[in-house]
Antibody
Framework: QLQLQESGPGLVNPSETLPLTCTVS??????????WAWIRQPPGKGLEWIGS???????YYTPSLKSRVTISLDMSKYQFSLRLSSVTAADTALYYC???????????WGQGILVTVSS | QSTLTQPPSASGSPGQSVTISCTGT?????????VSWYQHHPAKAPKLMIY???KRPSGVPDRFSGSKSGNTASLTVSGVQAEDEADYYC??????????FGGGTKLTVL
C-alpha cells in the first residue's frame, strides 16, 4: 500500500519561506506516469490545490500562488518538496502531499501537516 | 471560499440512502467528466471513493456511487453504515492541470 508522509516545520515566521517534504513509501516513484502534488486546507476553510510535478520534472502551479511556489522532485530519495516563499498568516493551513495518476484526480494522500505562520 | 459548493452537512439513519451534491460551473464539473469524491476521517489520509464521475477504485464498497448532471455532481451512499460517518469532499478537473475542490460535507449517521 502506497504511503505518503509530510514533514517540515510546524511554525514559520512571516515573510520567510515554508519548506515541506513528502516521503513516499510502499511503492515506486520512478514508473514515469505519476504527478506528485501539494494541497492545503486553511483552518475552517476548504481544500486548495497548490500544484504538482510530473515525473519528467515539469511543474504546474495554481495561478494564485504561482509567483511564490516551487515544487521539486528527488526520486532517488523517494521524496518531493514544496517551498512557499514570503508567507503570511493566510498561508497557515494543513498541508497535504498526494499522488495523482493523471492530471484529473488524486488517488493517495498523506495525513497532512499543520503549518502555522506566526512570529 | 471553495470553488465547488457542497452542503455543510448531511445525515441518514443506518440503511437509508444519502446523497451529497457538489455544484460547480461549465469550466469545471460541467466541462469535464473528471469528478472525484474523497472520504476523510479526522487525522487520517483522505481516501478516494469515486473518480471519473462514476468509477469506484478497487476495495470501495458498491454502496458508494457517483453521478453528474450539468454542473452538479452527486455522491450517493445506498444503505449508509456507521463507518461511513466522515467528511466528504468533491473535486473536479478545471483544465490546465488544475483541480478545484468543494468545501466538504460532514455525513452523520444517526
Amino acid at each position: 500500500q502506497l504511503q505518503l508522509q509530510e514533514s517540515g516545520p510546524g511554525l514559520v515566521n512571516p515573510s520567510e519561506t515554508l519548506p515541506l517534504t513528502c516521503t513516499v513509501s510502499g511503492g515506486s516513484m520512478d514508473s514515469g506516469i505519476y504527478y506528485w502534488a501539494w494541497i492545503r486546507q486553511p483552518p475552517g476553510k476548504g481544500l486548495e490545490w497548490i500544484g504538482s510535478i510530473y515525473s519528467s520534472g515539469r511543474t504546474y502551479y495554481t495561478p494564485s500562488l504561482k509567483s511564490r511556489v516551487t515544487i521539486s522532485l528527488d526520486m532517488s530519495k523517494y521524496q518531493f518538496s514544496l517551498r512557499l516563499s514570503s508567507v503570511t498568516a493566510a498561508d497557515t493551513a494543513l498541508y497535504y502531499c498526494a499522488r495523482a495518476p493523471s492530471a484529473t484526480r488524486v488517488d493517495y494522500w498523506g495525513q497532512g501537516i499543520l503549518v502555522t505562520v506566526s512570529s | 471560499q471553495s470553488t465547488l459548493t457542497q452542503p455543510p452537512s448531511a445525515s441518514g439513519s443506518p440503511g437509508q440512502s444519502v446523497t451529497i451534491s457538489c455544484t460547480g460551473t461549465s469550466s469545471d464539473i460541467g466541462g469535464y467528466n473528471y469528478v472525484s469524491w474523497y472520504q476523510h476521517h479526522p487525522a487520517k489520509a483522505p481516501k478516494l471513493m469515486i473518480y471519473d464521475v462514476t468509477k469506484r477504485p478497487s476495495g470501495v464498497p458498491d454502496r458508494f456511487s457517483g453521478s453528474k448532471s450539468g454542473n452538479t455532481a452527486s455522491l450517493t451512499v445506498s444503505g449508509v453504515q456507521a463507518e461511513d460517518e466522515a467528511d466528504y469532499y468533491c473535486t473536479s478537473y478545471a483544465g490546465n492541470n488544475n483541480l478545484v475542490f468543494g468545501g466538504g460535507t460532514k455525513l452523520t449517521v444517526l
